[in-house]
């Protein structure tokens, strides 16, 4: 794994750039709006990767790995101690050079339909292990996961 924590702001914007660099090589020339969501544990990892084209059709692409691979990188890099890191990502560019990036650290991970089945609960378990929180940062959520594996 990654090192956990403690990545640099500058460290995580150049994961950013390569993240959106890939994401620009794969999809048509017409686009007006990419949108990129991964939803991650410690165990899974789901992405999507949708490109609006300028008639305003919105069309699925199937995303490279890179993109998967930095952002799992990012989201170990982004652990803070106690509160824990993010389960979704959601990154947007908008032509010419805008873009944007979400992170959901207190929202059940957005798998979306890319694994097609909905991961046991100790799936969610192992990742507090590898990213523990404090009490106070463990969502409700979360919290019942946790209380469904333990039984």
């Known amino acids: 794994m990654t090192r956990r924590g403690g990545m640099l702001p ?3 914007q150049q994961i950013l750039r390569e993240v959106g660099g890939a994401l620009l090589q794969v999809v048509p020339a017409d686009w007006t709006e990419i949108r990129f969501t991964m ?6 990892t789901s992405t999507q990767l949708e ?6 059709e919105v069309i699925e692409i ?3 790995n890179s993109p998967r691979i ?3 990188e990012l989201r170990a890099g982004m652990y803070h ?5 993010w389960f979704t990502a959601r990154y947007v560019i908008q032509r010419p050079t805008r873009y944007s990036v979400d992170f959901d650290f207190d929202n059940e991970p957005d798998f979306g339909m890319d694994i097609g089945f909905q ?9 507090l292990k590898a990213f523990p929180r404090d009490d106070d940062h463990i969502p409700t959520w979360l919290r019942q996961k946790i209380k469904e594996a333990e039984e």
């Open 39 to 44: 939803g991650v544990t410690a165990e899974l």
């Open 119 to 127: 991961p046991v609960p100790q799936t969610y378990t192992n990742d």
């Open 51 to 56: 490109a609006v084209l300028d008639n305003g």
């Open 81 to 85: 101690p106690g509160k824990g890191t």
């Open 10 to 12: 500058e460290e995580q």
């Open 62 to 64: 199937a995303p490279p």
């Open 70 to 72: 930095k952002l799992r």
